[in-house]
């Protein structure tokens, strides 16, 4: 009997489409934001592990990060029209990872600009086989379309829409990936931290920088926001960058400390297991490695040359 109510639900979804079941959350007035599950893509959840945000003005939508698909955006787009009948003017794209941008199309075909990084420009192709596609498979990515931006931010870009003004900045060189973008709304004094910031789950250090993010979080902290909204998990004050530094730093000892005492690579693992982080989301899918590649990393870090 279960089994036939799981088939059911399933040929439904297939027919009327993945629910995301989205709802928005206020941050502050004009300012809302999806906030994605701080768990691996699956097709559970229809690879909705990101947070998307959205900015109003008098004149349009700015989107802070488009989302996992092109289902994704158009029921955000959805969510946003129920709070004000404007069109999106602007999708902002905080890196290239795939979770992040998988949403451009959608907006891309209603006159959106579409903006990004420069990894973004070298790195997304159309006829790439994205993480997604192979996570939650052709029915939840269906629609789904690659495309290219329409501003490639190499340093920092400004824009004003209905009276705010929009920010976007690349803080470092590297910290979560060489082509990470911050969004600073001053009137609002909100800033959108992309991946430069996670909360209540481990990060991925894959094609980051330990020395890079610790960096990032500092001039992070130094924009003085009141609200500050990582790329995943809910966290929306000031004080959200509190718990991501003291992870990224206890890495950064322990493996330095390691080295000092001349703990081979292949140990590297055993001797940095920073139990007090275990029940953080994906600590058992990303911990291990982001020992590896600090520990890959850190061996000829010098501090006086930093």
Known sequence: ???????????ISWVFGFDYRLKPLKI?????????????????????????????????????????????????????QKIAKLPVKFVINTH?????????????????????SRTYEQNVTPTMHTRMLRAVGKEIYKGTKIVKLDKVVKDDYNFTLGGLTFEIKQLVPQAHTKGDLILYVPEK????????????????????????????????????????????GYATDANATKDFREYLTTLKEQVLDALDHDVPLSEIVQKVPMDKYKDYKLYDVLHSRNVYDAYIELEMYDEDEE
């Open 189 to 232: 004094k909100t800033l959108f931290a992309g991946d430069e910031l996670f909360y209540d789950r481990i990060t991925s250090l894959r094609d980051g920088s330990v020395i890079g993010s610790l960096k990032a979080l500092d001039r992070i902290d130094a924009m003085g926001a009141d609200f500050v909204i990582a790329g995943h």
């Open 96 to 116: 290239d990872h795939d979770d992040h941008w998988l949403g451009n199309s959608f907006y891309k075909e209603r006159g959106a600009l579409l903006i990004g």
């Open 1 to 11: 009997m279960m089994k036939h109510i799981v088939l059911l639900l399933l040929s």
């Open 28 to 80: 502050t007035e004009g300012i809302y934001c999806f906030f994605g599950a701080t768990e691996e893509v699956s097709q559970t959840n229809g690879g909705n592990m990101v947070n998307s945000c959205f900015v109003k003005t008098s004149q349009g939508f700015v989107i802070v990060d488009s989302g996992p698909t092109h289902q994704y955006a158009a029921q955000a787009f959805e969510q946003m």
